[in-house]
């Protein structure tokens, strides 16, 4: 029960139902989901030891605020995970939760849902390393993909932030579908450093302020 509780509040996070520096309530949360507080307490335990929550004396439990440093160090895992997933690639591989996550990004475009965009674009990669077929791998970056929504509150466009990167998924699913490892990472290594520099902008100018 603890281990569903947290994977459903660090969707929640991933989804970005939830913003840094949000404090979340144990009661208010206990009685929406019919869970004891215990349970409650064991599952923020979980998500702090993730660094998703933090736990502040005497004030309760905060959605944690990243750093720039944070931000950096996430980035260098994606690269490794996403990379190293399709770096290998000889023949095509079965990418139907890839093409489903683009599928629901065009939605969402249409839609004008920028936050929902932004969950399809976090799936298609959270897919690109299910490539590698290590259950390991894919909880780390299920990890670092909520910890990676806490910085795009950072961003006053997120249309800006996730729009012009659908084509640029389509273009690395077209290259995975041919089999080309070698093509795939390289769209991926410069995707992953291009992101990386506007997430870093967007967050130091709001700390400027």
Same mark, same amino acid.
Request: net charge neutral; hydrophobic share 45%; proline share 3%.
């Given at each position: 029960?603890?281990?569903?509780?947290?994977?459903?509040?660090?969707?929640?996070?991933?989804?970005?139902?939830?913003?840094?520096?949000?404090? !979340?309530?144990?009661?208010?949360?206990?009685?929406?989901?019919?869970?004891?507080?215990?349970?409650?307490?064991?599952?923020?335990?979980? !998500?702090?030891?993730?660094?998703?929550?933090?736990?502040?004396?005497?004030?309760?439990?905060?959605?944690?605020?990243?750093?720039?440093?944070?931000?950096?160090?996430?980035?260098?895992?994606? =690269? !490794? @995970?996403?990379?190293?997933?399709?770096?290998?690639?000889?023949?095509?591989?079965?990418?139907?939760?890839?093409?489903?996550?683009?599928?629901?990004?065009? +939605? #969402?475009?249409?839609?004008?849902?920028?936050? +929902?965009? %932004? =969950?399809?674009?976090?799936?298609?990669?959270?897919?690109? =390393?299910?490539?590698?077929?290590?259950?390991?791998?894919?909880?780390?970056?299920? %990890?670092?993909?909520?910890?990676?929504? @806490?910085?795009?509150?950072?961003?006053?466009?997120?249309?800006?932030?996730?729009?012009?990167?659908?084509?640029?998924?389509?273009?690395? @699913? #077209?290259?995975?579908?041919? %089999?080309?490892?070698? %093509?795939?990472?390289?769209?991926?290594? =410069?995707?992953?450093?291009?992101?990386?520099?506007?997430?870093?902008?967007?967050?130091?100018?709001?700390?400027?302020?």
């Amino acid at each position: 029960m603890v281990e569903q509780l947290a994977d459903l509040l660090r969707g929640r996070i991933t989804e970005g139902h939830y913003k840094p520096g949000e404090r !979340l309530a144990e009661d208010a949360i206990g009685t929406s989901l019919k869970v004891s507080r215990n349970t409650v307490r064991e599952a923020f335990r979980l !998500l702090t030891h993730e660094r998703l929550l933090v736990h502040e004396l005497n004030r309760g439990v905060f959605v944690r605020k990243l750093t720039v440093d944070d931000l950096v160090d996430l980035y260098r895992v994606r =690269t !490794l @995970l996403e990379c190293g997933a399709v770096r290998d690639l000889t023949a095509p591989p079965r990418t139907t939760a890839m093409a489903s996550a683009v599928a629901d990004a065009q +939605a #969402a475009v249409l839609a004008s849902d920028w936050r +929902a965009l %932004g =969950t399809a674009n976090m799936l298609f990669h959270q897919a690109i =390393t299910a490539l590698a077929g290590s259950p390991r791998m894919n909880e780390i970056m299920r %990890g670092v993909l909520a910890e990676l929504r @806490l910085h795009f509150h950072s961003m006053n466009d997120p249309r800006r932030l996730h729009e012009p990167y659908l084509a640029r998924n389509r273009d690395i @699913l #077209a290259m995975i579908e041919t %089999g080309d490892g070698a %093509g795939a990472e390289d769209l991926l290594r =410069t995707y992953l450093n291009d992101s990386e520099h506007q997430l870093v902008e967007a967050y130091q100018a709001v700390a400027t302020r």
